[in-house]
T-cell receptor, first 118, second 116 residues
């Protein structure tokens, strides 16, 4: 089984300031890692994902995340946020394995509300 | 990437009635779809996994008879909330594996259900 912890339920930040949203996970098997963004009353949009290879992953909208296996973390960062980045951010994991082409379920963290103000 | 169309986006129904939510995969076939429930300011909780042509797999604690899932074709999965009660009010989201993205998932836009 997998679990995901997002310790910060809310992160207030001023526009153009840097931000880091923390994510830690626990799993007995190797996992793929994801960050999603959700705007009010909408579905989820993928920001980035880590499957393998380089531990620094770049995503959309200027976001990046670094996979740290020893610390079982996958923190999300952005060097300069914008008002439009205000949203809910979810970290998620999915286990490796399974048949090719099949889908494994995602386990989500509780989310972090990023509030960007002027 | 691939698109999943979810309908309706909002629905208000009376207690005791049933509501059907549809998710359609556009331009791709989804043999598996996931149904999530999200309470206000909380995370997504997986309710069930629907598989085309077979019975859905429900997560522990989810009532199969209350939340009926049907995946009759490779492009359509439905969730029916039967005999709805106010405590069923929530945001429901479907998801499918994105065949155009390596281990990616695409999500519907969600359905806000309010039971009065």
């Amino acid at each position: 089984a997998q679990s995901v912890t997002q310790l910060d339920s809310q992160v207030p930040v001023f526009e153009e300031a840097p931000v880091e949203l923390r994510c830690n996970y626990s799993s007995s098997v190797s996992v793929y890692l994801f960050w999603y963004v959700q705007y009010p009353n909408q579905g989820l949009q993928l920001l980035l994902k880590y499957l393998s290879g380089s531990t620094l992953v770049k995503g959309i909208n200027g976001f990046e995340a670094e996979f740290n296996k020893s610390q079982t973390s996958f923190h999300l960062r952005k060097p300069s946020v914008h008002i439009s980045d205000t949203a809910e951010y979810f970290c998620a994991v999915s286990p490796h394995g399974g048949k090719a082409g099949t889908a494994s379920k995602l386990t989500f963290g509780t989310g972090t509300r990023l509030q960007v103000t002027l | 990437g691939a698109v999943v169309s979810q309908h309706p986006s909002r629905v208000i129904c009376k207690s005791g009635t049933s509501v059907k939510i549809e998710c359609r995969s556009l331009d791709f076939q989804a043999t598996t779809m996931f149904w999530y429930r999200q309470f206000p300011k909380q995370s997504l909780m997986l309710m069930a996994t629907s598989n085309e042509g077979s019975k859905a797999t429900y997560e522990q604690g989810v009532e199969k008879d209350k939340f009926l899932i049907n995946h009759a074709s490779l492009t359509l999965s439905t969730l029916t909330v039967t005999s709805a009660h106010p405590e069923d009010s929530s945001f429901y989201i479907c998801s499918a594996r994105d065949p155009l993205a390596n281990y990616g998932y695409t999500f519907g836009s969600g359905t806000r259900l309010t039971v009065v």
